[in-house]
């Protein structure tokens, strides 16, 4: 059987193992074959990696067109917008400004009126003042005049009053002084007498 696997080099003599070579040949075969198969495929996805590159490029660049085409767009759009808006805000702005000077105006307006009021209100007061300082000096004076009147009638009343009852006084004391006088007579009167009738009895005493 072993004999069967292995052959002998007519040249060298050497054997040779028939399977082993067989088995070599076919593995070198099969490599080669699966190393062409190999370089295909990878040129076949060479080829589809450069289309494939290719269709990206052409893709980014036409998103690159269609993106810058988007901005021009929108940028477009934006300015438009932008001028709108600005037109609005002039447009606001200008309205705010003109009510605002209408406001003013009125208002200006309702100063002036209040400040007529306000004048016609002071020169009604002073008006007012100068009449009540005039009926004070008026009330005033006749207050004056008045209490002028009743003091100089009080003063003749109390001087008259004052005169009756001085002279009652006097009067009185006329009266009293001259009791008394009579009094301090009459005393002495009775004195002397009781001095005399009382005399002799002491003189009986002392003896």
Avoid: W
Avoid at 14 to 25: C, F, G, S, T
Avoid at 62 to 90: C, P, S
């Amino acid at each position: 059987m072993e004999n069967l696997n292995f052959i002998e080099c007519p040249k060298c003599g050497a054997r040779i193992n028939i399977e082993q070579v067989l088995a070599d040949q076919t593995e070198k075969r099969l490599r080669t074959e699966f190393e062409k198969k190999f370089q295909q495929q990878l040129f076949e996805i060479r080829n589809r990696e450069l289309e494939l590159q290719k269709a990206i490029e052409v893709f980014e660049d036409k998103k690159k067109r269609e993106n810058e085409l988007f901005q021009e767009r929108l940028l477009k759009k934006l300015e438009e917008e932008k001028k709108k808006t600005e037109i609005e805000l002039q447009n606001k702005f200008f309205a705010k400004i003109k009510a605002a000077e209408l406001e003013l105006t009125r208002k200006n307006e309702e100063i002036n009126a209040l400040k007529q009021k306000e004048v016609e209100l002071l020169r009604k007061e002073e008006e007012i003042r100068a009449l009540k300082e005039r009926q004070n000096f008026e009330l005033e004076k006749r207050l004056l005049e008045e209490k002028t009147k009743l003091t100089e009638q009080f003063q003749n009343q109390f001087d008259e009053k004052f005169k009756i009852l001085l002279e009652q006084k006097n009067s009185r004391l006329s009266i009293a002084n001259q009791g008394i006088t009579d009094t301090i007579g009459t005393t002495k009167e009775v004195s002397s007498r009781i001095g005399k009738q009382s005399k002799p009895k002491i003189d009986g005493i002392a003896r």
